[in-house]
């Protein structure tokens, strides 16, 4: 840990130190030591990957052949995977800390004893029964009461889940209008940490490019772009949390259909995602 010093009085007083650690500057120093076998073990999984890519980009070049450049379709594939899986981890970082959070919060809950200490004890009177003992018997309601509750895991089943419910008739958002739609549009992605048991589909190159031929989302390059169910954020619109809120704004969804094979696509990746289907971490 890195210790700072910091004087605090200056002038006919001798001067007075005080040294305190910054957690940010020693978290930071950790990182930059683990950075190195960080980007060791990143670079390991793309190379066990990238005889894949380089196959698939070989074979674009012999079937379309022009200006086709491998390397720099190589790289572009490598980019999407990395914000593909971006977002995985950061609501898997932010389930992680709230458990931790909430683990330490229980851990000290229990303790009263700090607070049966503050409480002065009144002294015994002759003649009187004992009123110490009617104020421990008060403080023992507290050392029963109910738990905090611990974050249930996400459940992707049930209807919503259901990859049948998809087809050519189904309306899909984007999730940065859905984000906007209910309010939250100050944060980018935070309806997908908020709302983690909604189904959102990942768009492809493909689906990326249709979307923007029919001027449903502009080019995004290497970003990402997620589709939403249009009645599933109807549904939230309509919960209690977003009813009254003064900020909600459906108009800004800009429901659209998309084609088959793009249907297709989604009842995979929903069955994929499902609870049932997930490995155990």
């Known amino acids: 840990m890195i210790k700072h010093r910091q004087v605090h009085r200056r002038g006919r007083r001798s001067q007075m130190t005080v040294s305190y650690t ?64 971006k977002l995985d981890i950061y609501i898997y970082i932010y389930i992680y800390i709230y458990i931790i959070c909430m683990q330490h919060f229980r851990a000290r809950q229990p303790d009263d004893s700090s607070g049966q200490r503050a409480s002065p004890i009144p002294k015994k009177r002759k003649g009187r029964p004992p009123g110490a003992v009617v104020q421990y018997d008060r403080t023992s309601q507290y050392s029963t009461a109910a738990k905090p509750k611990v974050s249930e895991p996400i459940r992707r089943e049930g209807p919503k889940w259901d990859p049948s419910r998809l087809t050519e008739n189904s ?65 939230l619109a309509r919960s209690e949390d977003y009813k009254d809120c003064p900020e909600l704004k459906l108009d800004e969804l800009k429901p659209f259909l998309v084609p088959l094979w793009m249907v297709e696509k989604m009842q995979k990746a929903m069955e994929a995602q499902k609870t049932e289907n997930e490995l155990v971490m």
């Open 22 to 85: 910054d957690p940010v500057i020693s978290m930071d120093l950790l990182r930059t030591v683990l950075q190195p076998s960080f980007n060791e073990d990143i670079r390991a999984v793309f190379r066990k990957y990238m005889k894949f890519f380089e196959k698939a980009a070989s074979n674009v070049k012999e079937n379309v052949g022009g200006d086709v450049q491998p390397d720099q379709l190589i790289r572009d594939t490598c980019r999407n995977c990395l914000e593909h899986v």
């Open 171 to 235: 309306t899909f958002v984007l999730g940065s209008r859905a984000n906007k739609a209910l309010g939250m549009g100050g944060t980018r992605g935070r309806i997908y940490i908020k709302h983690a048991e909604l189904f959102k589909y990942a768009a492809d190159a493909q689906d990326k490019h249709w979307l923007s031929e029919r001027q449903h989302m502009r080019a995004t390059g290497g970003k990402m772009a997620y589709l939403l169910i249009e009645e599933d954020i109807l549904d």
